[in-house]
């Protein structure tokens, strides 16, 4: 189990491998001291915990590395490992409609744009494709494509964001 | 910069180290005490919280002579305290508030 945990601790940045692995490697090695007295559905339990968190503080320090913050509130995962009450807000739900209606929206509308231009396009011709294909524009329009899913998920999240907890703070403020 | 509310595992290894400075083991081994086995921290989630902690000025190294690479203590900064203090004062009015207003009052 401990060569699977070095293994693991690759994952992690350069950085902070050099700075925390050989402490967390310290301190899972007491641990598993501890843990090998118990039986073997909790050393089952104990290696699957140690494992898991591996991976997701690993991903959690390449976010950190990549962004220069934690990014709590793009991925404000604490809202829902915190509260267990927490109830799917309407106003995600709302949003969620509409994006599924515009890509519905977006399909019919290509299916009938396709469906009018048949004559100008017969199939023996095949698909028009650009006559100059450039790299840059595509890239270009890659990254606003990404960029705009990238708003969509935000503003789900932000919306999310804003349910039990921000009710809480505002009853505290009237307190 | 760690915001308030925080989760209980930050919570939980802040009050760990409200005491006195403590090690990796100590930390994972006093915050399951605490919590009567509810919270096992795993060691990547110890030290993604400590990381955080040290970065947002909340806990600090404590430098002992004989301290190794392998076995490195911590403790609560001033400015850690105060934070840890403020978010026991919200949790404090929160739990006066849940009691006025969830809390049936006796006839």
Known sequence: MLALYRCLLWLYPSSCRREYGEEMTTVFREARAEIEKKGIATRGRFGLREMMGLVHGAFVAHLRLLSGSYSWAVFPTRRFTMHSEFRFPKATAFLMTVILAGTVLAIEKATAIRASVRDINPPHVGPIQPAHFTFVPTIVLMLAGAYAVGLIGWAILFALKRSGVHRLSGMQGSE | ?107
């Open chain 2, 1 to 107: 910069m760690e915001s308030l509310p925080l989760t209980e595992p930050v919570l939980l290894i802040l009050l760990s180290l409200a005491g006195q400075p403590r090690h990796g083991y100590s930390i994972l081994k006093d915050v399951e005490a605490m919590s009567d086995g509810r919270v096992t921290l795993s060691t990547g989630t110890l030290y993604g919280a400590l990381r955080r902690l040290l970065d947002d000025g909340w806990i600090e190294r404590v430098e002992e002579a004989e301290s190794s690479r392998g076995r490195q203590s911590y403790r609560l900064t001033s400015g850690g305290r105060r934070n840890l203090q403020m978010e026991i004062t919200r949790m404090r009015r929160l739990t006066r508030l849940a009691n006025m207003r969830a809390v049936p009052k006796e006839m």
